[in-house]
Each structure stands twice: as C-alpha cells, then as structure tokens.
C-alpha cells in the first residue's frame, strides 16, 4: 500500500526493522492494517505468520483498531496507590466508554499498562505515546473534554506532558557531567588495554540488576572472533524504576560517550540504543544528541580521525516487560519477537546476529565515561569492597520526595528512608517485584551487592498498605507481563495469581500456600528466564515477613471453598424442553 511508502524509506530494508516500521504504522492507523502485512511480505519475503506473531507479542501493537485518541493509564502498584481506578472510572463515564475497548467511532480508546516508567509522579498514563503526568481528578476530567472536543495534541496544555525528574542526592555520577569526546580521546590516547585496566581498578558491576563485573563481559567479548556489537538496555520496565529515564532526558551525552568508549575497547562497529516503547517521548532528544555527536565526528565512519568507525541505531520497544532480560532485547532489536534466548552461548559470544555483543544498562555506561576520564580509583572510593561506586536509586511510594537518589553502595535502608521524609514505614520494596521485600525491622540492611542488591527500584509502603494485596498485584503484573515461551512460567504464573486472588478474597487455606511454595520451587529451578524465576517472590516475602497478614486471611480447607468462584466461569444450564 502506498501510503507507508514514506515509513520504509525511513528505515532500512529488511526483518531487522520490522518492529520500528510497525510502531510506525501503529502510530498512523491506529492498528496494523491487513494489507500493510501483506505488503511487508512480498517487499521484504517475510512470511505473514512472522509478521502477525510480532504484532501480537507486543502490547502497543493490535490488529484492531485502536482509538484516534490512545489512552493508557498506568497500572502500577504506585499508581493505584495515588488512586488510579477512580481516574479510570471518571474516563469511562466521561468519555462513555468501557475500559479495554476502543469507542465504537473510533474516538478513543482506553487501556491499562503495567508501568509507564512515571511512578514518581502519578496517577500517569500516556495519550497516543505522550505522557500524561499527575493525573487529578480536574486534570483527567480537562483530557477528557480536550478528547471530546477532538482537540490536537499539539493544543494541548504543555504541563499535561510535563515529565520533571526530581534529583534529591547527587554523588560521584550525577556531579560529574562529561564534556562531549573527552573519555573517547582519552581512550584513543592511551588505548584499549589501559581502560580495560581502569575499569578492572574501578569495579564497576553492571547496574541494571545482574551486577556482572563490566570488564570481565567486554574482556570476553574481545577474546570472541569477528565483528563485534554493542547494545544498551534502555528498556527500564521493572515496575518502580525510571533512573534511566532522567539519564535518556539529560545524560544522553554521557550515555551515548560510554557505548562508545566501549565499542572503541572492544572491536565494534555498530551500537544499537533499546529503549522501552513508554518513552517514546524521549526520541526526538536522542536523535538530536546522535545527529550532533555525528556532526562532531564522535560517531560515523571516521571517529575524532582515528580511522576507527561506530555508529548507533535507536530502537524503541513497543510494551513487553521480557525485553529488559538481555537476549529478549537482542531478539527485539533483530525485529522479532522479544522470547529470551537459550544460555549458554551468552551474548558475548553470540548475541546481535551471531556476533560477540556487550549489553549493558545506561546507568553503566554513563559510569564507564566517566571512569575512562577520571580513573578507577576515583571511582572506587565510593562504595563497598564488593560494591565500589554509586547507585542511582528511583525512590517512590510513601515518601514525602519522590524522586532521583544517588547513593553509595552500602547505604543503609533506613538512611534512604531519611531522606526521602518516609514515616510509619511498614515496608521497602527493594529492586523492585523480582527484588526482595524487606519489613520494618530491617531497615538498617545495606543496599550493596553483599546484602541488598537492586536494578535501582526503592517503592516505599506505610502501615495503612495492604501487603498481601500489594503481592497480588505484582503477581498479576508478572502474569501478565510472561511470554509464555515455558510451561514453568506460563502454568505457574497462572497457579500464582489463582492463589493470590483466593488469598485476597479470604478463600485460602493452608493448603494452598504449601502449594504456592511448590509451585515457587519449581519456577525458580525451570524457568526459562529471569522473570518465571522470581515471579513468586512478592508472595513469598509477604509470607516471610508479614505472616499474620496471611493468616487472618486464612480458612479451614473445607471453610476456604468457593463455590461462587469456582463456578464463575460456567455457563447455565439449558431449560428443559417441554415434550
């Protein structure tokens, strides 16, 4: 079809693209049309069921349409905090609507999202892929009549978009701004093998939460034969978690000089920025900063003079948690549908179309810029032993400052809580739902790779939470959020949020726990990845440190029955037919 001549010319021809053009094309018909598939099919020899399995892995993309007017509104554990069902609600009345629909003149649509990356400053959503921050009450009622009235989003109130990032503790990182080229000639300069040794002095550990020592990855890379990739995982989507969206807003220099410094180290050409598809508010900011960096001679064929070429693609992701998980990414980046790979080979040896690939987080990167221009031993002088360094904590919840927080490593709990003006504290979810959940007596741990590792989530909870719902809800996010590539992971999710809802509801019994707990085991030891293998940790740490939640809730085997539950799904029986 011809009116997506103008989408292929602005990407390269071939599968590798196939996610960019589809968000494309998503954007301008509000779904992916029939005829465009088969367009892409004959123009690239992709076959339909290749295509159609790609719309129809990821959440932002439909075969039906979608409204003129696009809503999601955040479903977050800290959004329904901030009262999100109500907005939802008042949209649905407002716009006369049902929830999960597209209204039948294509107006508008409305849908939920796990997390759009703006937990510190909800109730948000986003609105045909802008984001719409602190969503009162007046406010959603004003998106409501600026939809009515079919009004452009360009005419929109500039605040509605407004997404401010809050820095409440800077430190060695966020102190620190580094002048465009200077850790790239600082690696021409003195060359490889002297920055692997600063990076070995300095310790640094990658911060998306795996914490591999980040010169042990690149060294592996070096040593693997061939053209060699680079990748940064921008994808952000653990609930509780949006440092990295600061750093995309005003560090893309930073960010950008540390993929480079390490495809200058390890032997790559070709650098590819993922980030989540919920910031697609932040492209038209990187594109600026690549095209300048090229104007400069930072990046292209010809680095500073050096006779040494790297380039970097931006690739946004279109709504799959999975993605974060590095070979997901690496799937997603090749056009495809974002199920993680097996490992063993590790992207090191084969990662971005077979080739060695360093992946690591923003965070790291920027940190790796830095380090090349200040040295390992600057760096290390933060931190622990085993933690060296910073750590940029996204702190949001029941705090008084939601917002930015570098720390060094081995900060205590308690001291974070401090300074986010945190009260009658009941709980800390640290590193997020596939992160550990500590309770109130435990406020004086670590955060450090020795107690309290985290990927950078801090979501504080008061005594007036519900911890066994708050579990609930990070459960059906999981559920929600699976591929459904492993049976360990797509059938235990299921038993996970049955058990959690039967909690919930009061028709539990001990003998439903028992079986969480064996259904957990069982996760943790088959899944396929990261996210099968901690899905049953909120239940898990509800059930460590808040045990006579769980128990109230609790009812004999026979009391816990649900008949009303058990037989929801059945339909009636049919009348008797007179003879």
């Known amino acids: 079809m011809d009116d997506i001549d103008d989408i292929l010319t602005r990407h390269p021809r071939g599968p590798g693209a196939l996610l960019q053009v589809l968000r494309d094309v998503q954007a301008r018909f509000q779904h992916v049309p ?124 500039p605040d509605f978009f407004a997404v401010a990032n809050p820095v409440w503790r800077h430190n060695l990182t966020l102190s620190h701004p580094i002048e465009p080229g200077t850790a790239i000639r600082t690696v021409l300069t003195h060359g490889a093998d002297a920055m692997m040794a600063q990076l070995q002095l300095a310790g640094l550990r990658g911060r998306g939460g795996a914490g591999f020592a980040t010169w042990q990855k690149w060294q592996a890379c070096r040593q693997a034969p061939g053209p060699r990739a680079i990748t940064c995982n921008a994808d952000e989507g653990e609930p509780g978690t949006f440092k990295d969206r600061m750093l995309l807003m005003q560090w893309a220099h930073e960010v950008i000089e540390g993929m480079t410094v390490a495809a200058l ?90 080739l060695p690939t360093v992946n690591n987080n923003v965070e790291t990167f920027v940190q790796v810029a830095q380090i090349a221009v200040h040295g390992g031993a600057w760096f290390a002088t933060q931190g622990t032993p085993r933690s060296p360094g910073t750590r940029i904590l996204s702190v949001s919840g029941d705090v008084a ?30 590193g997020g739902p596939s992160g550990h959940c500590i309770d109130a007596g435990q406020l004086q741990r670590q955060i450090s790779f020795e107690d309290l590792p985290t990927g950078g989530a801090f979501t504080v909870f008061n005594r007036s939470r519900d911890m066994v719902d708050t579990a609930r809800q990070y459960t059906h996010f999981f559920a929600s959020e699976s591929c459904g590539f492993c049976t360990p992971c797509r059938v235990g999710c299921g038993q996970l949020v049955e058990t959690a809802d039967r909690l919930v509801r009061g028709h539990a019994s001990q003998v439903d726990i028992d079986r969480l707990k064996d259904t957990a085991a069982i996760m943790k030891q088959m899944s396929h990845c990261g996210l099968g293998q901690t899905a049953a940790n909120p239940l898990l740490d509800v059930l460590a440190h808040f045990p006579e939640q769980v128990q109230t809730r609790l009812r004999s085997p026979l009391d816990a029955f649900d008949l009303e539950g058990a037989t929801a799904d059945m339909h009636p029986a049919p009348a008797r037919v007179p003879t």
Request: net charge negative; glycine share 10%.
């Open 34 to 157: 029939a005829a465009v598939i088969d367009t892409l099919a004959e123009s690239w020899g992709l076959s339909h069921a290749s295509i159609r399995s790609v719309v129809s892995f990821y959440h932002f993309l439909s075969f039906t349409p979608r409204g003129r007017y696009s809503l999601y509104i955040s479903d977050s554990v800290t959004d329904r905090m901030l009262g999100n069902e109500a907005l939802i609600r008042q949209l649905c009345q407002r716009l006369n609507i049902t929830e999960g629909t597209t209204r039948a003149d294509g107006l508008v649509s409305l849908r939920r999202t796990s997390c759009t990356g703006l937990c510190d400053q909800g109730p948000a959503g986003l609105v045909n892929g802008r984001p719409l921050t602190h969503l009162t009450r007046r406010r959603t009622d004003e998106v409501a009549e600026l939809i009515l009235a079919e009004t452009p989003l360009d005419e929109w109130p």
């Open 265 to 354: 180290t390890v032997g790559a050409r070709q650098g590819f920025l993922y980030v989540r598809g919920e910031y697609a508010f932040v492209e038209a900011g990187l594109q600026a900063v690549l095209a300048q960096r090229r104007s400069q001679g930072l990046l292209g064929s010809d680095i500073l003079g050096s006779n040494q070429a790297f380039d970097i693609d931006l690739h946004f992701g279109a709504g799959a948690y999975v993605c974060g998980e590095e070979t997901a990414l690496i799937e997603s980046v090749e056009g495809k549908r974002g199920i993680p790979r097996t490992r063993p080979p590790f992207p090191v040896d084969r990662g971005y179309l077979s």
């Open 401 to 430: 400052r939601p917002g930015l927080y570098e720390i060094p490593w081995g900060v205590t709990v308690a001291e974070v809580l401090e300074d986010a003006g945190a009260t009658d504290v009941q709980a800390v979810l640290v």
